[in-house]
């Protein structure tokens, strides 16, 4: 968690400003970790800031749409695949759809396939 996040979490601690700004804010500061993630175009980087954002916030449609759009843009189509079958099969939406149309994959039998020589 960087210090943007651990500061909003501390202040929700000390109750310093009403809930609903508390948790805008919290989403803007883990929506600007994702992007920065993003831009490092690191896989690694990536899925280290998306596994500790909580998992109340990884159910946001932003949050979840910008680790989807980071993965395909490093050529991680297949993880990005797996990720929006599971929310999409967990919550129906029209713009994980979208995005699961854009998607570049290697069917996984291929891949087995290839795998095994």
């Known amino acids: 968690m960087d210090c943007t996040c651990r500061a909003v979490a501390r202040l929700s601690q000390y109750k310093a400003f009403p809930m609903d700004d508390y948790y805008r804010t919290e989403r803007s500061a883990y929506l600007g970790q994702l992007q920065q993630a993003t831009r490092s175009r690191d896989i690694h980087t990536i899925l280290h800031v998306w596994k500790n954002i909580p998992s109340r916030l990884q159910e946001d449609e932003t949050l979840f749409i910008e680790v989807i759009q980071g993965l395909m843009s ?22 994980l759809i979208y995005l699961y149309g854009l998607l570049e994959v290697i069917p996984k039998s291929i891949s087995v396939a290839a795998a095994a020589g």
């Open 74 to 95: 490093i050529g991680e189509a297949n993880r990005a695949e797996d990720m929006l079958y599971r929310q999409i099969n967990h919550q129906w939406n029209e713009k």
